[in-house]
Structure formats: structure tokens, C-alpha cells
């Protein structure tokens, strides 16, 4: 079992950064995958980005790759998502979470803990 904890969020204009963190317990994190999504009221989850279990591969999605940095920290059982360049179409809420595989996924149906959820608001 996995329990994640989002933190970091926040409102702020147009081309600010920000860094989310998410804490996870349980001993099992250093083999898990991590994922960031956000998701807008109305719209489905969407897929931000990954890491594998040791941090040697990540994904993107094509809105965040070059102003997105997905990062984890396994002594700390801790993952990452520095934004910069934020826009006005980053706003929504944020979630953590974890695969019980080693490799990345895009896919919400393939991760199986979840955090609570951050809300970015960036204003333009």
C-alpha cells in the first residue's frame, strides 16, 4: 500500500514557476513508477508526466515538455514536478500518483495510488 500527499500549489501569474511535491509512505515507493495528471472541472484526467522507479527515464506530454521537470528522490520516498513558464491553461488540480510497475505510463488506468489532489491557479 501506497499513500501519497501533494504539496506545493498555489495561484500565481503568467510565467511564474512552481514546484509540487508529493510524499509518499510505504516501503515499496523505490519500485514504483510515479506520475503526475491534472485535471480541469468537466474535462477528463490528463497525463503531465512520469519517472520510472530509479529515475533514469521520463515522459512528457507535448503542453509541458521544455517548462516541465519530473524528479524523484527515493531516500526521501519523494517526487517532483518543477513547473516553470507556467500559462493561464496550466490552472488545474494536480495529482500524484503510483504504479506498482517499474516503468512509466501515460495511461490513469495503469497507476493504482493516488493522491489527494494540489490546485494551480495561474493568472494571466
Known amino acids: 500500500q501506497v499513500q501519497l500527499v501533494e504539496s506545493g500549489g498555489g495561484l500565481v501569474q503568467a510565467g511564474a514557476s512552481l514546484r509540487l511535491s508529493c510524499a509518499a509512505s510505504?516501503?515499496?515507493?523505490?519500485?514504483?513508477?510515479m506520475g503526475w495528471f491534472r485535471q480541469v472541472p468537466g474535462k477528463e484526467r490528463e497525463f503531465v508526466a512520469a519517472i520510472n522507479w530509479g529515475g533514469a527515464a521520463t515522459n512528457y506530454a507535448d503542453s509541458v515538455k521544455g517548462r516541465f521537470t519530473i524528479s524523484r528522490d527515493n531516500a526521501k520516498n519523494t517526487v517532483y514536478l518543477q513547473m516553470n513558464s507556467l500559462k493561464p491553461g496550466d490552472t488545474a488540480v494536480y495529482y500524484c500518483?503510483?504504479?506498482?510497475?517499474?516503468?512509466?505510463?501515460?495511461?490513469?488506468?495503469?497507476?493504482?495510488?493516488w493522491g489527494q489532489g494540489a490546485q494551480i491557479t495561474v493568472s494571466s
Open positions: 500518483a503510483a504504479r506498482r510497475y517499474h516503468g512509466t505510463s501515460r495511461y490513469t488506468d495503469e497507476y493504482d495510488y
Open positions: 510505504g516501503r515499496t515507493f523505490s519500485s514504483t513508477a
